[in-house]
């Protein structure tokens, strides 16, 4: 990545997050439907009907494959203390279990 190169920037890790978003999206959705009462005081019925139709096409297109987010991590080449796996971000808490809903659930 050219924008990177001068700055003696490396990728260091690269994770796809399209499962992930799309649970995030669904709990989006979700949310947004339990509150389309509301929303529809706000704003017109176009306006309900644009953000249902795009959080539920972006749900679609996260799971079919047909988007996808990636999470890129650079770092410079001072940064010598890189973990080797993510398995540190998987090794949770009872606590920050209960305050998040795993995508495998």
Avoid: I
């Amino acid at each position: 990545m050219e924008m990177f190169e001068p700055w003696n920037f490396a990728v260091v890790d690269v994770e796809n997050l399209r499962l992930h978003y799309a649970r995030t999206l669904e709990h989006w959705l979700d949310r947004f439907e339990n509150s389309a009462d509301e929303v529809s005081r706000m704003f017109d019925a176009k306006f309900v009907r644009t953000w249902r139709l795009y959080l539920a096409g972006s749900v679609a297109a996260f799971r079919s494959g047909n988007m996808q987010l990636f999470q890129v991590v650079f770092a410079g080449s001072q940064c010598q203390a890189l973990p080797w796996t993510r398995a540190y971000l998987y090794q949770a808490t009872r606590e920050q279990d209960q305050q998040w809903t795993h995508a495998t659930s």
